[in-house]
Nanobody, 124 residues
Framework: QVQLVESGGGLVQAGGSLRLSCAAS????????MGWFRQAPGKGREFVAH????????YYASSLKGRFTISRDNAKSTVYLEMNSLKPEDTAVYYC?????????????????WGQGTQVTVSS
């Protein structure tokens, strides 16, 4: 029902910043709760951040809180992830995801639609 396309990934130095974007099409963007996940090689897909339909509420993985900021622009059908003070451990494929229903849990199975992912590599 909704297609998600991430962009903005790339190679950055440790301590640098990067802003990821996720453009949605085919659906009513404001009806979806949005989130970001990431997956490093050999690791499971890890929750990064959540944002409510209106953008008024956010929630972050505890290890990332303070460095990452999620936001959305419903007029542009786009969700963003601002990443600051990047560390080599942040290297992963980052995925945008959408969910129809919200339960206050943030597992992979809670989300209904996924983007293709965008690679973020942080060098030391």
């Amino acid at each position: 029902q909704v297609q998600l396309v991430e962009s903005g990934g790339g190679l950055v130095q440790a301590g640098g910043s990067l802003r990821l974007s996720c453009a949605a099409s085919g659906g009513t963007f404001s009806s979806y709760v949005m989130g970001w996940f990431r997956q490093a090689p050999g690791k499971g897909r890890e929750f990064v951040a959540h944002i409510s339909r209106s953008g008024g509420d956010t929630y972050y993985a505890s290890s990332l809180k303070g460095r990452f900021t999620i936001s959305r622009d419903n007029a542009k059908s786009t969700v963003y992830l601002e990443m600051n003070s990047l560390k080599p451990e942040d290297t992963a494929v980052y995925y945008c995801a959408a969910r129809v229903r919200y339960y206050s849990t943030y597992t992979v199975s809670d989300y209904d639609y996924w983007g293709q992912g965008t690679q973020v590599t942080v060098s030391s």
